[in-house]
Every structure is written in structure tokens, then in C-alpha cells.
């Protein structure tokens, strides 16, 4: 399906500046669309790339009917490439292989199109050969690299492109996004889709990795966090190591323990687990030793990249918990 640039959601700005690169007839040979992951970057690649093949191309973009929007829309459009790792790096076959599809003859006279992503995901020798494709692009061809972090792309290759900046989304932006998703409607309660959204960073694609286990997690970490005990702990602890770590595993009680903090400090206009204000107003006012800010080394340890130590210092984590308990 070949979809609209308004189908990217609250990235007002961003869509205004390569609205204005149709709007002139001058799209950037190199363009770079920056920012978190999962906020709509490749999104808006794929529809201003469709937008730059479409014959009738308007103000949204592509028309979605003419003969390249249909033959796009089937993935077999000979003037498009989409360009992703086949394993962990963007590896120089991959950047080669491109590089002698653009020196061959153009399909028709559209433009040729080709997006890279992630492309902070490149390889040393492949960012020095996209970089020569960069400085002497072929007449017709257009790149548009998407990447995460732009701190790890070659200054050269960023400075070669024009950039378009996307930013974080508000919560409620994001909450509305993952409700229309086809795998979320319906199928997880609303608290629990405005926890992902909150946790989320202003991230949907983030929010929506997290919702599958967002609600068991939170159970579970309730009810530590409301009785606390060594069996309890013991348990979660057993279940994080048979499980393993998993993205966003901390997402659900790093949310329970600002909102402990809150509602302990007489606060808690705001907390993320609005539906649980009950039992968390009953368990704040029964604070651990050191009160809930001795949970603030969860905080620490949900930064750490999946490595042995972290699963070490949680357990460390859980043997001091049960300790307090």
C-alpha cells in the first residue's frame, strides 16, 4: 500500500520540509531523516519516495493510483530499493550492490529512489562507499538515509545530506497511534496502553514493543511492590532469569516507583498508573528501609545494554529487596 505523507502522525515539521521539497521540484539528492527510533522516520521515507515516483504526485504526496503508485504498491517497482541489514550491519556488498543498480539505465524516466535503514548501522567500509556515491550522485538518484543516531554516521556523510529532524512525540500522541495499530485495538486494556505510551520516551514503535508484556509485568511487580516479601521477590527475581532481559523489561516498575515516590511525598497529580492509584496510595505510605527512592538503582540498571552484569546487579537487586523485606 503506497500511504500519504499525512499518514505520518505529529510530525508536523518534518513533513512540512519535504512537503516544500515537492512543492519546488528540487528534493535533495542526499537526505537524512533523524531522530529516535519508532517516531515515523521510515514512514515518512517510504511516502516521500513514493511521492518523488508518482506521476501526479500533490500536496499529500502520491497519488496512489497512477501506473508506478500501483506497481509500487506491489514492491516490484524497479526505480525503488530499500536497503537494510541482512544481519546486524549495513555490510559494503550491500552498498555495492546498490552503487551498480544506479549506474545501470534508469527503468523509465522517473527518478530512482533508495532508502537506507538504519543507516547508522553501517559498517566503516560501507559508510566510505556510500559516502563516494554522496559527493557524485547519479543524475536522477536520490538516497535517503534514516537513521537512530547520527552521532555514529560519519560527520561526512552528514554533512553531505540535508537533514530532516523528527522528535519525540507527547504521550498522548503516542497513546492514540498504538490504539489505531492493527495488533492493539482491542486487545490490551487502556491503562495499559497509556502506561506504554507514558514509558515510551515519545516513541509508538517503542511503546509497541513493550505492550505484550507490559500488563503481566506490572501485575507482577505490584505485587511485590505492595507486599513486600522475600517469596515475592524470589519469585519475580526466578522469573527475570528464566526469561532473560528483554527490551523495556524494566518499563513496568520503574513507573510503579515514581508513582510510589509521588504518592509518598504527597504528591501524585500526575502518575503514570492512574488506575492503580488505590493500591500504590496504600503501599506508599509503607515505604522499604531508605523509603521508595532505594529503588532509584532500578533506574541505573534499566540503562545498561542485555550484558551478564545486569542481570547480576538485578539479582543483587532482589537479594537486597528481600533482605529489606
Known amino acids: 500500500m503506497v500511504e500519504p505523507l499525512s499518514s505520518v502522525i505529529g510530525q508536523e515539521r518534518a513533513l512540512?520540509?519535504?512537503?516544500?521539497?515537492?512543492?519546488?521540484?528540487?528534493?535533495?539528492?542526499?537526505?537524512?531523516?533523524?531522530?529516535?527510533?519508532?517516531?515515523?522516520?521510515?514512514?515518512?521515507?517510504?511516502?516521500?519516495?513514493?511521492?518523488?515516483?508518482?506521476?501526479?504526485?500533490?500536496?499529500?504526496?502520491?497519488?496512489?493510483t497512477c501506473p508506478d503508485c500501483r506497481l509500487l504498491a506491489t514492491g516490484a517497482h524497479p526505480n525503488f530499493f530499500f536497503i537494510a541489514p541482512e544481519k546486524q550491519f549495513l555490510g559494503i556488498d550491500e552498498i555495492r550492490a546498490l552503487q551498480e543498480e544506479l549506474a545501470l539505465k534508469a527503468f523509465s524516466d522517473r527518478p530512482r529512489v533508495a532508502i537506507l535503514c538504519p543507516a547508522d548501522r553501517m559498517t566503516p567500509q560501507a559508510a566510505n562507499a556510500l559516502l563516494k556515491t554522496l559527493e557524485e550522485p547519479p543524475p536522477g538518484a536520490h538516497l535517503i538515509l534514516v537513521a537512530h543516531r547520527t552521532s555514529v554516521l560519519m560527520p561526512t556523510i552528514v554533512s553531505r545530506c540535508q537533514r530532516v529532524p523528527f522528535f519525540p512525540l507527547p504521550p498522548e500522541t503516542v497513546a492514540e497511534i498504538v490504539s489505531r495499530h492493527p495488533d492493539v485495538a482491542g486487545g490490551h486494556p487502556r491503562p495499559v496502553i497509556l502506561l506504554a505510551a507514558a514509558v515510551s520516551g515519545g516513541s509508538p514503535g517503542r511503546a509497541l514493543s513493550l505492550l505484550p508484556d507490559l500488563a503481566d509485568e506490572r501485575e507482577a511487580w505490584l505485587a511485590l511492590f505492595t507486599k513486600l516479601s522475600p517469596a515475592?521477590?524470589?519469585?519475580?527475581?526466578?522469573?527475570?532469569?528464566?526469561?532473560?532481559?528483554?527490551?523495556?523489561?524494566?518499563?513496568?516498575?520503574?513507573?510503579?516507583?515514581?508513582?510510589?515516590?509521588?504518592?509518598?511525598?504527597?504528591?501524585?497529580?500526575?502518575?503514570?498508573?492512574?488506575?492503580?492509584?488505590?493500591?500504590?496510595?496504600?503501599?506508599?505510605?509503607?515505604?522499604?528501609?531508605?523509603?521508595?527512592?532505594?529503588?532509584?538503582?532500578?533506574?541505573?540498571?534499566?540503562r545498561m545494554p542485555p550484558q551478564p552484569q545486569k542481570r547480576l546487579m538485578l539479582e543483587a537487586f532482589f537479594f537486597g529487596l528481600h533482605g529489606k523485606g
Open 16 to 64: 512540512a520540509l519535504l512537503r516544500r521539497y515537492l512543492d519546488a521540484g528540487a528534493a535533495p539528492q542526499g537526505l537524512l531523516l533523524s531522530g529516535e527510533e519508532g517516531i515515523g522516520k521510515e514512514k515518512a521515507a517510504r511516502a516521500f519516495a513514493a511521492a518523488l515516483l508518482c506521476r501526479r504526485a500533490g500536496a499529500d504526496g502520491s497519488c496512489g
Open 232 to 302: 515475592g521477590a524470589i519469585k519475580v527475581a526466578e522469573s527475570w532469569k528464566g526469561e532473560g532481559d528483554a527490551p523495556g523489561r524494566l518499563a513496568a516498575p520503574l513507573s510503579l516507583v515514581r508513582d510510589l515516590s509521588l504518592l509518598s511525598s504527597g504528591g501524585g497529580a500526575d502518575i503514570m498508573n492512574e488506575d492503580l492509584r488505590g493500591p500504590l496510595a496504600s503501599a506508599a505510605v509503607h515505604p522499604p528501609a531508605g523509603g521508595w527512592t532505594a529503588f532509584r538503582e532500578l533506574l541505573s540498571i534499566s
